[in-house]
T-cell receptor, first 111, second 111 residues
Framework: SQKIEQNSEALNIQEGKTATLTCNYT??????LQWYRQDPGRGPVFLLL?????KEKRKERLKVTFDTTLKQSLFHITASQPADSATYLC??????????FGKGTRLSVIA | DAGITQSPRYKITETGRQVTLMCHQT?????MFWYRQDLGHGLRLIYYSAAADITDKGEVPDGYVVSRSKTENFPLTLESATRSQTSVYFC??????????FGPGTRLTVL
């Protein structure tokens, strides 16, 4: 069956460290994968999109990798800050239907 | 203001009542989506629409009805609300760069 999984429900890290979130998928061949941020009581907000022919994408302190062989995307936040605390969702393009979302990882950055 | 709005933001209703959640966008994006978000399930697609008068089922359409007579509006109706439909509902549109833009959500409680 098709699955998209974010391995950790919750992740706690210390301020200043690099947070790494994982998104794995099975039985999909996505043309691209996206990451969203969701704060409590709000809708998700788009952060980054990475296409199947791109290995890595960066935006300020954010970095996303996409390994189509491992069927995995990694999302990194470097020099993390308490303001980075939120739930992060990965989403993939399954082809001819809308995005499929993972359940999210709740990141807490502790000062 | 440009963007995507949802109303009401909070709604309490009783089992068996009909409820309509409204979604309005000012961008004229073709695609619009309705999701529900529940603990343990993440974001699940209810219905989506590729254009006015074109709608399609998502992962969890049972008990819901949608219509789209105008590009900017995409209402979601619960014809006879059940307790299992207690959830947070998000409307979204699809922008030109494959990015989804989410509304602020409607928290629905069915008693």
């Amino acid at each position: 069956s098709q699955k998209i999984e974010q391995n950790s429900e919750a992740l706690n890290i210390q301020e200043g460290k690099t947070a790494t979130l994982t998104c794995n998928y099975t039985n999909y061949s996505p043309a691209y994968l996206q990451w969203y941020r969701q704060d409590p009581g709000r809708g998700p907000v788009f952060l980054l999109l990475i296409r199947e022919n791109e290995k890595e994408k960066r935006k300020e302190r954010l970095k996303v990798t996409f390994d189509t062989t491992l069927k995995q995307s990694l999302f990194h936040i470097t020099a993390s800050q308490p303001a980075d605390s939120a739930t992060y969702l990965c989403a993939l393009d399954p082809g001819n239907t809308p995005l499929v979302f993972g359940k999210g990882t709740r990141l807490s950055v502790i000062a | 203001d440009a963007g995507i709005t949802q109303s009401p933001r909070y709604k309490i209703t009783e089992t068996g009542r009909q409820v309509t959640l409204m979604c309005h966008q000012t961008w004229s994006h073709s695609y619009m989506f309705w999701y529900r978000q529940d603990l343990g399930h993440g974001l699940r697609l209810i219905y989506y629409s590729a254009a006015a008068d074109i709608t399609d089922k998502g992962e969890v359409p049972d008990g819901y009805v949608v219509s789209r007579s105008k590009t900017e509006n995409f209402p979601l109706t619960l014809e006879s609300a059940t307790r299992s439909q207690t959830s947070v509902y998000f409307c979204a549109t699809l922008g030109g760069t494959d990015t989804q833009y989410f509304g602020p959500g409607t928290r629905l409680t069915v008693l």
